[in-house]
């Protein structure tokens, strides 16, 4: 603890296993070099490898009476410390790296804050910093590819509640929840504040702001700032969001590949909702789901708001000119073509019309197009004009270039591998539950990059399966799969995960079922008639599936099973039914479904989540009292998207 001292010097500090390494407050001038911060604690998450847990999401919003120290911790916290230097310092394996709140006026250089579950720097209320040759790479929690991005507000870099005038130069933010995370906060929204609007005035020159699971920079509410000659590469929502933002200026950034796990029409290289004066010039656009998308709605609650009425100017005097667009036929995107420019009234809000965007400048002359046959269109307007104009007289420089950091980790969010406390560093073995279904129990098993070592597993009380990865690249895990012992409805097991000297235990209780199966793609919607959904089952021939662990994905029923044969790979349904010979007790079934799922015991339906929704788990607890077979009954639909269905069944004392 550094507590009102001036001009501390800590350097070569060497610190492991606190929940805060340095705690500092109004010691200014404070000077932290080449320290070292390891094993801190940290938030133990429920996300899985096929289900998010919305208990997992960061709360950024409130930190004025320290509520970030209290809820998420820090390797460096300092507080009210204006002039403070942290340079060449390491953050490894905790929750937060560097968190500046009410200082101002700093240098942080040269650090390594990689591989957290929350922010690698965090700044409230901080201004006038020099933020420069550092790593916040990999600083994730809350994505697994192909089944769920959603970042759950970690970030790279996060800047809440005017954060002011800071220069973010040649940084690397990469493979984290946003790279940057910027708001303008409840002074930008709930307040009417004197001076600029939001987190302004800001400087994001020669970043890696790439493979995001969210946004490679968002900055909402904010205004005056500059995004210049970042890269922006693979973030699955979009590159840079920037909601209610005014003023700013994106210019000479490359984009290339982004959208490809977007929400909605949120997607693609540069997304803004109620934007006014913004400059979008001189950008590369590669192969994004669209390059540019302005667009408003009624937002009838933040519009009502005191601080967005006081600044808010509407949607107007946006320019998009000098950019390069370019459309491949082998782009990365599974479906779909690409938008180089996308304008879109969504909302019927009376105002919001043509005339309000007629100030968004397109020509063709002013800007440049690559499409191949097939790969995209060159403008999207919904509505509003999109109107020439000559080019401006000023340009906008920067003068020196600073040069974009060099990637020292693999490219792809495939990469980003989070288990239960936080993202793989690659280094270390890492031992992750995929699922447990009650028929059968998976685990991943990730050994170090460019190691050759083969995992050892021991189990007693069931059979086990170990599965080599199934292709070349360093991300893909070693899978165990546990089953019940032959001749066994209930299963008891431990053991042993080892590779080289590291061990992990794991254990479970498995019951062994044979499950009656019939699979089809449904005509009739079962949420408007399910009994006659129901009947389009009738002459489907059944299968028999020893689980029902059915991670469908995009794939659809074949693409997991092939013995349910059903290629389509949305509106598919299922009904399924097991006779189990459970003993007297108490018991527990447990569902993960996307979409609708209902589960019977003896006719009785004890689970029912019958509608459209996310991966979501339910569970229901029964009692088994006489000899003879339980009979539990499935049935399931998918409408659109991802889809997943898993049935397990357990004790439930």
């Known amino acids: 603890m550094v507590r009102g001292h001036t001009g501390v010097e800590i350097v070569g500090a060497r610190v492991r296993g606190y929940r805060v390494g340095l705690h500092a407050e109004d010691a200014g001038g404070l000077v932290v070099e080449r320290a070292s911060f390891r094993d801190l604690w940290r938030q133990r998450l429920g996300s899985t490898a096929t289900r998010e847990d919305p208990g997992d999401w960061l709360w950024p919003h409130r930190n004025d009476n320290d509520e970030w120290l209290e809820r998420y911790a820090a390797a460096v916290w300092i507080k009210n410390s204006d002039g403070v230097r942290v340079t060449g310092t390491e953050v490894r394996r905790g929750q937060n790296g560097i968190v ?56 790279g870099i996060l800047m809440f509640e005017a954060c002011r005038d800071n220069r973010v130069v040649s940084n690397s933010a990469t493979h984290s929840g946003d790279g940057v995370f910027g708001f303008g906060g409840n002074d930008a929204i709930e307040t009417v504040q004197e001076g600029p609007w939001g987190n302004a005035n800001n400087r994001f020159i020669a970043n890696d702001l790439s493979f995001a699971p969210a946004h490679g920079l968002e900055m909402t509410f904010s205004e005056g700032n500059l995004i210049d000659f970042n890269l922006f590469e693979g973030n699955a929502i979009c590159g840079i969001w920037a909601g209610y933002s ?6 000479d950034n490359l984009f290339i590949a982004n959208g490809g796990m977007a929400y909605g029409r949120e997607r693609g290289g540069i997304n803004i909702e109620h934007g006014a004066g913004n400059t ?16 408003w709605d009624h937002d009838v609650g933040l519009l009502a708001k005191p601080g967005v009425v006081a600044r808010y100017r509407g949607v107007r005097d946006n320019e998009v000119w000098w950019n390069h667009f370019v459309m ?5 995107f599974a479906h779909g073509g690409m938008a180089g420019v996308e304008i879109e009234d969504i909302g019927d809000a009376p105002g919001y019309d043509g005339p309000r965007v007629g100030s968004n ?64 560093d690659f280094q270390t073995p890492l031992l992750r539950e ?41 991300w893909r895990p070693w899978v165990v799969t546990v089953t019940p012992e032959p001749g066994s409805v209930v299963s008891a097991y431990q053991g042993v995960v080892r590779v080289g000297d590291w061990s992990r235990r794991i254990d479970g209780r498995l019951v062994d079922a044979s499950w009656s199966v019939r699979a089809w793609a449904w005509e009739t919607d079962p949420l408007a008639d399910v009994d006659a959904w129901r009947a389009e089952a009738a002459g489907v021939e059944a299968v028999e599936l020893g689980h029902l662990d059915l991670p469908f994905g995009h794939g659809g029923p074949a693409g997991v099973e092939p013995l349910l044969g059903v290629r389509a790979r949305d509106r598919f349904g299922l009904l399924a039914e097991a006779q189990i010979a459970l003993p ?3 018991w527990r079934v447990r569902t993960l479904s996307d979409d609708g799922v209902r589960v019977f015991v003896d006719g009785v339906m004890v689970i029912e989540r019958w509608d459209i929704h996310g991966p979501t788990e339910d569970a229901a607890e029964f009692e088994v009292t006489g000899d ?5 009954g499935v049935e399931y639909f998918e409408n659109a998207g991802y889809a997943v269905l898993r049935v397990g069944i357990e004790a439930a004392e």
């Open 100 to 155: 500046l709140s009410g200082s101002d006026d700093g240098v942080v250089r040269g650090n390594d804050c990689s591989f957290l579950s929350g922010w690698g720097l965090a700044m409230w209320r901080a201004s006038g910093h020099e933020i420069t040759e550092n790593r916040f790479d990999f600083c994730v929690r809350g994505h697994v590819e192909g089944v769920y991005n959603r970042g759950q507000d970690s970030a």
């Open 246 to 251: 005014q003023d700013t200026r994106i210019l």
């Open 280 to 295: 979008i010039s001189r950008n590369r656009f590669i192969n994004n789901k669209v390059g540019v998308r302005l667009w």
């Open 328 to 332: 491949q036929a082998g782009h990365p």
């Open 361 to 424: 400048l397109f020509e063709r002359s002013q800007n440049f197009w690559e499409i191949e046959e097939g790969a995209g269109i060159d403008v999207a307007a919904a509505s509003g004009e999109l109107r020439p104009k000559e080019l401006p007289e000023v340009m906008f420089g920067r003068g020196f270039t600073p040069a974009r950091p060099e990637r020292i980790h693999p490219s792809g969010r495939e990469w980003i591998v989070v288990d239960a406390w936080g993202p793989w």
């Open 434 to 474: 995929h699922a447990r279904s009650g028929g059968a129990d998976r685990f991943e098993v990730y050994v170090p990059v460019g190691s050759d070592v083969v995992p050892e597993v021991e189990i007693e009380g069931a059979a086990v399966v170990v599965e080599a990865p199934s292709g070349d690249e360093g």
């Open 584 to 586: 007297a007790g108490r």
């Open 628 to 632: 003879g077979p339980t009979r539990i």
